[in-house]
């Protein structure tokens, strides 16, 4: 009797266990995105109307999708490659980067008209967005980020570097830019007053490619995707003061600031959940996704991470939908 006893408890805890394994993330739904063919590239949403858009690489289109209905609602076609988004509610604009051709395009209102288009060279590519400024930064060619003027949809000026940055980020706090230059194996750091680099971190590998600002820790997160791991530069002196393992082929990494947590989504399948509360980074668990699945976005405003699920032989393409757990 007491070696049942004894199987029953130990079941218990392996059941709680597990829920405590499972915790971070609890997928709440998947929002079909139809007749997707092949890859799936960046997203932004839209608070006001809660509407989410998704870069369709492959098919030539970007998806707009109501996240409270679940359902998608339409699609901006005859694109060019669609990469980066970006959307700014002072303007009510999406901005869509287009690689294949290298142009900017501007879609405003609810029926995103397109309302303007700035040609930029090959490999448009990411896009963030100063809304304090209304400044959209839009990566393109061998190596520039260029500086568009929201309100009057005309490029201001080019920031010139030495290689196309594969992801880069805006510190509003210090009016810097830092930037991920994988073939100069390097972390470019760029003062917005001057448009111009300033210093270059050598990061002794030539994978770098997603970034993330951790404003509490006064760091600069970058992935490595080979071999596969996150380390933590410091922006007071540039140097690595914490690393950590993470899934294979990563393409986008959030900041959970209210949870003190790295969310780092991964073409194996996997969302890293990491804890970084203590200062210590560490890995919570790898939340399983779909093969592919590389591409996210989390959402603050709504307290929602987004991963964007390519069509597999298995399933069509998705938007799977996960909500934070305390």
């Known amino acids: ?57 492959e098919n030539d289109s970007v998806a707009i999708v109501d996240v409270d209905a679940g359902t998608l609602l339409r699609n901006i076609t005859e694109l060019k490659g669609p990469q980066g988004l970006g959307y700014l509610p002072s ?6 980067a287009n690689g294949g051709d290298g142009s900017l395009r501007m879609f405003q209102g609810a029926e995103y008209h397109e309302v303007g288009r700035i040609q930029l060279k090959e490999d448009a590519d990411n896009i963030r967005i100063d809304p304090t400024t209304n400044q959209v930064f839009v990566s ?33 706090r210090t009016n810097r830019i830092y930037a991920n230059d994988p073939y100069g194996q390097a972390v470019v750091v760029i003062d917005r007053s001057i448009g111009k680099p300033i210093a270059a971190w050598s990061t002794g590998n030539g994978s770098n ?12 997160l970058v992935v490595f995707r080979n071999p596969a791991r996150l380390a933590a530069f410091s922006t007071l002196t540039g140097s690595i003061v914490t690393s950590i393992d993470t899934c294979r082929d990563a393409d986008d ?17 996997v969302v890293d959940v990491i804890n970084t509360a203590d200062g210590a980074y560490k890995r919570l668990e790898g939340v399983r996704t779909s093969e592919g699945a590389r591409t996210s976005l989390y959402v603050p405003e709504i307290d929602r991470l987004f991963v964007a699920a390519r069509a597999t032989a298995q399933a069509p393409a998705a938007i799977h939908v996960y909500r934070p757990q305390p």
């Open 253 to 269: 990494m959030f900041v959970d600031a209210r949870r003190k947590r790295v969310y780092v989504s991964c073409g194996e399948g």
């Open 1 to 57: 009797m007491k070696s049942i006893y004894l199987a029953v408890a130990g079941v218990i805890c392996l059941g709680i266990a597990q829920a405590e394994a499972q915790s971070s993330l609890t997928l709440e739904s998947k929002i079909p995105l139809g007749e997707v063919r092949g890859r799936i590239d960046h997203m932004a949403f839209d608070p006001m109307r809660r509407r989410l858009f998704v870069a369709e690489l």
């Open 91 to 96: 303007t009510d604009t999406l901005f869509v």
């Open 140 to 172: 393109h060619g061998d190596g520039a980020i260029a500086i568009i003027d929201a309100q009057t949809r005309r490029k201001i000026s080019d920031i010139e570097l030495s290689a196309h940055p594969e992801s880069f980020q805006l510190d509003k």
């Open 209 to 220: 490619f997603p970034m993330a600002l951790n404003e509490a820790s006064d760091a600069v």
